[in-house]
């Protein structure tokens, strides 16, 4: 058994997640005046792949830059988190990450570190620089601190697990109160619901084998927004594309942007052709550019490849180490001094990481919202646009406005807490509850990395692999679901991740079968070539039904491609009309 | 495994509320909270960074398992071989050589 808390949270707009694009979508939406309540998993201090700091803000300053945006705006496409975007929300974006910056810097996070805006790393030489390198260490105390001001309410210790949706409009969601030793459903009446629950990770195994949490970003990120989005019947884009991240070898917890040296083989010579010496200015952008490079030199027996530094001035190695501190990078500082690594004088191992969701998941519109009304998304999660920690603040921003502007015409609260989803949901949490033998959620998650790792990875996919391991995983879901057993909330919170998971695997097998092409990281042995017919097109993939679907649709290039696309999507029967005449009658 | 605490740590359960991870016990009780999760750490030094500690010392250190310890090499280290070869590379060993027969 499990209990539900007879006491609804009411609000307009409620926020899943406490991070970064989840605080700015709670400010975004208290300014236009809406009840704002963000439902954290963990605690909004610290939450999120954002939680002890970051160095970089992609942004458009136009007194910097000039007023011309199309040169920055092709800067972005070309960059390595350019690849998938509709390119109306990429200059949305950047037409308004400048407001977002001043946003925080007037909240106390220091945007200008060097005094002015200033733009270093990721830059190619001789090309426009578009990340403002800022000092993020205390930049989730800082948000915290406005949203409360701006009168939003923060729920901490209380991960969203599912969106309930009413005759195709969001209602609600459905809460686990992780407070106590024994956990509690919590359901929240909504108006609109923004998904911020960041990237997936723990999907394929960690460098180091049993260590699940070794990860690049939040562990505690496990997919929530993409598999609520896919269980409210959103359409996601763009999932069979598998991200590759590098840093350092073994400790996947470390950030790549922030070093300022050369990728070196073990003769210590340059592996890419862009420079020889590194400056606080211009990295070494190999990695950026051949993301595989540290796997492919283990694999021809030419590496290890190294970040070295040696050849780096002293005191750009001491800017270097003041920024490792402000993007959260402590842990590493302290065991590099505890096991007195010189960085002038040894060279660090560098490898490529396994995959991880980022940028891939559901699609939004130019007001962050989904497919499903009143469900938007932001922050790392979202399908269709990616600018990494400035996309979550900004497009995290927009959907907040938005969302807050639905709520204000919508009507009654409808009661969320009849939805069959709870009760559903109470049953199987129940169950997992009730057992007094049964498998741990780690089994769980063991199984998925593995079917990961060995049917979906980055190097080799095929109908005959994907087709099995789609199989294996529906066998896995089943076991998971009849002997799954936990002994408290932590667990169950954890299991509740588990099942998240899944559904991103579910949805990366399909879409992954369904591009019937090899293209960058997705390769198909029995689709060798890269399709020039599937160029510019993105694949979505959502369940109707319970049957999933999946269809090409192009990438959109303009405003013309956008109505036509998003115009029709938005055409759709009103639904709230619908739920006006059948309210109450949930 | 990590996180340890250490003396210095005064029972103020922050570590315990901010984690990410929800590694430690969160019982308010005033005690040095337990880690619960050891194996759940994220590394991510958040226990570390807030804590108040006591007397100007962290309560609180990340300890970081061997598995995750940094891998690096010395450029100035010398390229002799990391062994003593007896013989020579074919495996011939001087002292049974027909090339050379000995009084």
Redesign the interface.
């Known amino acids: 058994m499990i209990q539900v808390d007879k006491r609804c949270i009411e609000c307009d707009v409620l926020v899943a997640g406490g991070g970064i694009a989840g605080l700015m979508a709670a400010i975004g939406a208290a300014r236009q005046g809406a009840r704002v309540v963000v439902a954290e998993k963990a605690h909004a201090l610290r939450s999120g792949s954002g939680a002890t700091g970051n160095d970089h803000f992609m942004s458009w300053i136009p007194e910097k830059h000039g007023d011309d945006i199309e040169p920055i705006l092709k800067e972005l496409l070309n960059s390595q988190i350019g690849g998938f975007h509709d390119v109306p929300l990429s200059r949305k974006f950047l037409e308004q990450s400048f407001a977002r910056v001043r946003d925080w810097h007037e909240w106390g996070i220091d945007m200008k570190p060097n005094g002015d805006w200033s733009f270093c790393g990721h830059a190619f030489p001789g090309r426009p620089r578009i990340w403002l390198k800022y000092a993020g260490s205390n930049q989730k105390r800082a948000l915290t601190r406005a949203a409360k001001k701006h009168g939003v309410r923060i729920v901490n210790h209380l991960p969203i697990t599912d969106a309930i949706v009413h005759k195709g409009r969001i209602i609600g969601a459905l809460g686990l109160d992780i407070t106590q030793e024994t956990p509690r459903l919590r359901v929240v009446r909504a108006h609109a619901l923004v998904l911020a629950g960041g990237s997936a990770v723990r999907l394929y195994p960690s460098p180091s084998p049993s260590m699940l949490f070794n990860t690049a970003w939040c562990p505690a990120c496990t997919g929530n927004t993409q598999a609520s989005a896919y269980r409210a019947g959103a359409r996601l884009v763009n999932m069979e594309f598998p991200n590759l991240h590098a840093g350092i070898k073994y400790m996947e917890r470390a950030g790549k942007a922030t070093f300022i040296g050369v990728i070196t083989g073990p003769d210590g010579k340059a592996l890419g052709p862009f420079i020889t010496k590194a400056n606080r200015w211009v990295g070494d952008i190999t990695a950026d550019v051949w993301n595989s490079v540290f796997g492919d030199v283990m694999k021809s027996g030419e590496g290890p490849a190294y970040m070295d530094c040696t050849a780096t001035d002293q005191e750009d190695i001491d800017y270097m180490l003041w920024g490792l501190k402000e993007e959260g990078n402590t842990g590493l500082i302290d065991t590099m001094a505890r096991e007195k690594v010189d960085l002038r004088r040894h060279r660090l191992e560098f490898m490529q990481y396994q995959p991880f969701l980022i940028g891939r998941g559901p699609e939004i519109d130019l007001d962050g919202q989904t497919s499903v009304r009143g469900l938007y998304a932001a922050g790392d999660a979202v399908g269709n646009f990616r600018a990494d920690i400035a996309g979550a603040a900004t497009f995290g921003h927009i959907a907040g406005e938005h969302a807050a502007r639905a709520a204000r015409t919508a009507g009654a609260f409808e009661p969320a807490e009849e939805s069959e989803l709870v009760a559903g949901r109470a049953r199987q949490f129940g169950a997992f509850l009730a057992r007094n033998e049964g498998a741990h959620w780690k089994e769980a998650n063991y199984m998925v990395q593995q079917l990961m790792r060995d049917y979906a990875n980055a190097e080799v996919r095929s109908a005959t692999l994907l087709g099995a391991g789609l199989k294996y995983l529906g066998d896995l879901r089943r076991r998971t679901i009849e002997t799954l057993r936990c002994a408290n909330a932590h667990e169950l919170m954890r299991s509740a991740e588990v099942m998240e998971l899944m559904d991103c695997a579910e949805m990366i097998f399909i879409a992954a079968q369904a591009r019937q092409e090899t293209r960058g990281t997705h390769r198909r042995s029995d689709f060798r070539f890269t399709n020039p017919l599937l160029a510019e097109k993105f694949l979505a993939v959502w369940q109707e039904g319970g049957r999933p679907k999946v269809s090409f649709r192009p990438r959109i290039a303009d405003m013309d491609a956008y109505e036509r696309y998003f115009g029709a999507r938005s055409a759709q029967p009103a639904p709230r009309e619908a739920f006006a005449a059948t309210a109450g009658g949930a | 495994m990590p996180p340890v605490f250490n003396a210095h740590c005064n029972g103020c359960g922050i570590c315990a509320?901010?984690?990410?991870?929800?590694v430690f016990s969160?019982d308010n009780d005033h005690q040095v909270p337990r880690v619960?999760?050891p194996?759940?750490?994220?590394?991510?030094?958040?226990c570390?960074?807030?804590c108040p500690g006591e007397g100007g010392h962290k309560g609180i250190e990340?300890r970081?398992?061997l598995?995750?310890?940094?891998?690096?090499?010395?450029?100035?280290a010398e390229r002799r071989l990391p062994y003593d070869i007896i013989g020579d590379h074919l495996g011939t060993d001087p002292d049974y050589s027909w090339e050379m027969p000995r009084e």
């Open positions: 509320n901010v984690c990410p991870s929800d969160r619960l999760y194996d759940e750490c994220w590394y991510c030094d958040a570390v960074l807030d990340l970081i398992p598995q995750l310890s940094l891998l690096w090499i010395d450029p100035a």
